[in-house]
């Protein structure tokens, strides 16, 4: 089993849509929780993180967590055809030093 | 938020050669990490290079391969050594911060090498 799992995409939405990103993560004591984009040819940025159970919402992007269930989720609302691209979820434990794991990531098309 | 700058961004080398990246950071920070990313695949830790020690290798990473040096707070460099194809990859090195509401990594623009 993997240590982050997402879906394994690729995922295509309607622009104005919202577009659902999910992973998961086998690791129980994993304290930190990030999603980034990645734009084809570039480097990954930094979306959101998160860090307690429930709802974060910054602009149009909501991550969920729910550690319970081993679970985060990131709801892009709105979504654009500038949103494409691929999202990286990862994920960092209370003794990992600042490192993150990171999942294969899920592709993302906005069709206008 | 801080800004890195790496390079060389692409190179094409030789197998048997070495390759050494660049990253130079705007402020000063105590980590330093260094991941890859193989060509349609996610990205994997190679190392975290801290100031004043040896950096910490991840399981499948060794020094001799990959020796770092972090010679101060803003600046870390990692060689690729006697280069096969199979190190052919993007390389990117990243520090955490603050970024608004968030907190997390901030990557170098990344160095795409091919070794032939």
């Known amino acids: 089993q993997k240590e982050v799992e997402q879906n394994s995409g690729p995922l295509s939405v309607p622009e104005g849509a919202i577009a659902s990103l999910n992973c998961t993560y086998s690791?129980?004591?994993?304290?930190?929780f990030f999603w980034y984009r990645q734009y084809s040819g570039k480097s990954p940025e930094l979306i959101m993180s998160?860090?307690?159970?429930g709802d974060k919402e910054d602009g149009r992007f909501t991550a969920q967590l729910n550690k319970a269930s081993q679970y985060v989720s990131l709801l892009i609302r709105d979504s654009q055809p500038s949103d494409s691209a691929t999202y990286l979820c990862?994920?960092?434990?209370?003794?990992?030093?600042?490192?993150?794991?990171f999942g294969d990531g899920t592709t993302l098309t906005v069709k206008p | 938020s801080a800004v890195i700058s790496q390079k060389p961004s692409r190179d094409i080398c030789q197998r048997g050669t070495s390759l050494t990246i660049q990253c130079q950071v705007d402020?000063?920070?105590?980590?330093m990490f260094w991941y890859r990313q193989q060509p349609g695949q996610s990205l994997t830790l190679i190392a975290t290079?801290?100031?004043?020690?040896?950096?910490?290798?991840e399981s499948g990473f060794v020094i001799d391969k990959f020796p770092i040096s972090r010679p101060n707070l803003t600046f870390s460099t990692l060689t690729v050594s006697n280069m096969s194809p199979e190190d052919s990859s993007i390389y990117l090195c990243?520090?955490?911060?603050?970024?608004?509401?968030?907190?997390?990594?901030?990557f170098g623009s990344g160095t795409r090498l091919t070794v032939v």
């Open positions: 402020s000063q920070v105590t980590m």
């Open positions: 290079a801290n100031q004043g020690s040896e950096a910490t290798y």
């Open positions: 998160i860090y307690s159970n």
């Open positions: 990243s520090v955490q911060q603050e970024l608004g509401v968030n907190y997390g990594y901030t």
């Open positions: 990862a994920v960092m434990g209370s003794t990992n030093a600042g490192k993150s794991t």
């Open positions: 690791d129980r004591v994993s304290q930190s």
